[in-house]
């Protein structure tokens, strides 16, 4: 009995998942989904791509636990999770499962191609270095973040106001408590997150380390 009750409130839910709009909000997802090519899942198709593991030990009477912690998977994702667990899983794998073959899913996935941000420059034609060396400029570098120049990490300057640094160290103290001379410090940007550029550069050196552990 609470089988069949439990399958008629799926059915309800996928029912008006294909006719109504998902209500809850996808500010942000869609764009992470763009990321991995992927496209937003309803309530609906998610439930028939699980149901192709309707045959392993254990599967849940309701579906929605697992869409409620995975309903931000692409469907490419969430297909590929589903056909290894197919292959590989006795038990109807829990949504923590789903996400890690998810993980290892997008760790094997092509690095896209950085794409050209630059435009031209209509600032002063040439800059003259220290030692004479005039260099023409004719376009600039747009950056997903000016605060880290799409590298994930800013730097500051602990030290003295008068102290000589470099022009593009802000003024910000570390996290020592002890007495210590002036120096350059480090930290995580709040961007690092969400920043494509940066998030295509952990991917790509992630799939270089498993290529050289895998020999």
Known sequence: M?????????????RRAA???EARPTEGRVGRLEAHGGRVV???AFTQTMDR????KFKPSSLQTH?????DLSAAELDAAVARAARECEEFPAPRMIRALVDDYRR????PEEEDRSAPWRGVSEIVLPNGVCLPVKREWRYFCEECSDTGMRSFWCGAK???RFPWLGLQRCSRRKEHGEHEW??????????????RKKQRAMQVTRKQANG
Do not use: K
């Open 162 to 164: 008068s102290s000589v």
């Open 186 to 199: 480090v930290d995580a940007c709040p961007c690092a997150d969400t920043n494509p550029d940066v998030q």
């Open 2 to 14: 609470a089988d069949a009750a439990a399958h008629s409130v799926d059915a309800e839910v996928a």
């Open 53 to 56: 593991l309707s045959g392993l």
């Open 42 to 44: 309803t309530f609906a």
């Open 19 to 21: 006719v109504e709009p």
């Open 108 to 111: 094997d996935q092509p690095v």
């Open 67 to 71: 869409w409620e912690a995975l309903s």
